[in-house]
C-alpha cells in the first residue's frame, strides 16, 4: 500500500470508514454501482440491533470473502463468536445519544488499512462494520468484567465516522467494543498496534516531506524515508584492492639528515647536564 503527498494520499480519499447502511436496499445498490466486480455485494448479517439505523456494510466476494479495498490484504482473522457493541460515548452531547448496536457472534479482522467485523449470521437490519485505522482512537484492551476479573477479554477504541457512511450526521464519534469470547484479543491489538503506528509515520511524512511512502504489511521495521528533496543511492561503493603482504613490508628510506629539532635538542641536553654537575659540586663543597 503506497501514499502519494497532497490531498490525493489514500487514508484521506478512500470510502468512508464506517461504513453502515441506513436504507439497506439503497446501500446495496450504491455498494454494487461503487464496483466493477459483479461478484461483489454487501455483506448483510441477523444481529438484533437496537436503532432504527441501519448498519454499516463490507464489500464480500461471491464466495464470502472480503472485497479487499485498492492495495488492501487481510492480516489476521480472529476465532469465532466475537460480540459487537457499538454506542455514543458517554458524556457525548447529541441528539441521537441512544444510537447503539449489539451483535453476539461474528469475527473481528485487522487489514493493513482497516478493522473488520462480519457478523456469523447476516439479517437485514446488520451485515457488519469497519473503520478505517486512522480514524481510530485510544484502543483499550482488557481483561474480561466478571466476578474477580474473569472472563472474555474486551477491545474497545472510538472511531469517527464519516458523512455518507450510515452513521447520524450528528454523531461525531461511536465507541466499538469486540469481546473474543473464544480468544483473540492479544493477536488482533498486537497486529493493530504494528500497522497504526506505520500508518501514522507514513501520513506524516507524507505531509511533512511530499515523499511517497510505502507501507509495509510484513514483519520488518518500518520503513524510514530519506530527507526531502535527498537522493538515495543504490549503488555499492567501489572495492579497494586488499594490500599485499609484500607491499606493507618493503623497507623505507634512510633520511639523508637529522630529524626537525634534533640540534636543539641536543643543546639543552647538554646545558642540563652541566647544570647538574654544578649543584653536586656545591652540595659537596657544603
Not at 441506513?22 to 438484533?48: E, G, I
Amino acid at each position: 500500500m503506497e501514499f502519494y503527498p497532497g490531498p490525493s494520499i489514500s487514508l484521506a480519499t478512500i470510502a468512508s470508514p464506517i461504513v453502515a447502511s441506513k436504507n439497506l436496499r439503497r446501500n446495496t445498490t450504491a455498494a454494487t454501482a461503487s464496483s466493477s466486480s459483479s461478484t461483489s455485494r454487501p455483506r448483510r448479517s441477523s444481529c438484533p440491533d437496537e436503532a432504527d439505523n441501519g448498519r454499516s456494510w463490507v464489500m464480500l466476494k461471491q464466495n464470502g470473502d472480503i472485497e479487499p479495498l485498492e492495495g488492501e490484504s487481510v492480516l489476521l482473522k480472529s476465532p469465532g463468536r466475537v460480540s459487537l457493541e457499538l454506542k455514543v460515548p458517554e458524556g457525548l452531547r447529541t441528539p441521537n445519544a441512544k444510537f447503539s448496536v449489539k451483535c453476539d457472534d461474528g469475527v473481528a479482522y485487522v487489514t493493513t488499512q482497516r478493522i473488520i467485523y462480519l457478523a456469523t449470521k447476516p439479517t437485514p437490519t446488520f451485515q457488519s462494520f469497519s473503520a478505517f485505522m486512522l480514524d481510530t482512537y485510544d484502543p483499550q484492551p482488557r481483561s474480561g468484567g466478571g466476578w474477580l476479573g474473569f472472563g472474555a477479554w474486551r477491545w474497545k477504541a472510538e472511531a469517527r465516522p464519516r458523512p455518507g457512511g450510515g452513521i447520524p450526521a450528528d454523531i461525531p464519534r461511536v465507541e466499538a467494543l469486540l469481546i473474543f469470547n473464544d480468544g483473540g484479543m492479544d493477536a488482533f491489538h498486537s497486529k493493530y498496534s504494528v500497522m497504526y503506528e506505520r500508518l501514522l509515520h507514513a501520513r506524516d511524512v507524507t505531509r511533512e516531506t511530499g515523499a511517497r511512502v510505502t507501507v509495509h504489511d510484513d514483519d520488518l521495521p518500518a520503513y524510514s524515508p530519506p530527507a526531502a528533496g535527498a537522493t538515495v543511492s543504490t549503488q555499492s561503493a567501489p572495492v579497494q584492492p586488499p594490500h599485499t603482504e609484500t607491499a606493507d613490508c618493503q623497507p623505507q628510506p634512510t633520511p639523508d639528515g637529522p630529524p626537525p629539532g634534533y640540534d636543539e635538542a641536543q643543546a639543552q641536553a647538554v646545558e642540563q647536564q652541566f647544570d647538574e654537575r654544578e649543584q653536586q659540586e656545591a652540595l659537596r663543597d657544603q
